[in-house]
């Protein structure tokens, strides 16, 4: 909540996979990665008012990425996904709601390599791909069609009492 970068491999390399986490208002991006070459996947998180939820600028390698099932609510910026590597890139059963002063997209651009299936947009051409791109049943809708709910987040867990055995070195 309300950090500059929520998830980002930027100052060291490496895959990674974020799965059902919630994002408030991320300053630049809810994720942002620098190094690639791998799998990275992105499933069913939640973005509320960020910045944008995946922005990366031209690395020149691949990036094996899924964005599955995420929720976009209200980005700040008109495009929330940039990708900007070789791809590919699947997007599949996304909801992108665009902010009211957002009318036309893109909201999701890649370099190359996008498949794009089953995903909600609230803006007209909402896709852009420098080169290759197959897209199908993906719909607009109007924003205000878009029904959504902010995940409840895990309480803390109960304080156990619980004696604590000191264990002598070399035991």
Known sequence: EDCGIGVTNVHRAGQCHVYDSLFRRSRITDIQFGNCGGWYSFRRNTSIGSNAFYLVGWIGCTGNITFQGNVIIDPVISNPIVVFNRGPVLLIDNVIRSRPE???GPVVEVWDNLLAVGNTFT????????????????QIVPAESVAWEEPELPGFLPRRERPVFEVPRGA
């Open 102 to 104: 957002v009318t036309n």
């Open 123 to 138: 803006v007209p051409a909402p896709l852009r791909s420098l080169e290759r791109a197959i897209a199908f049943d993906n």
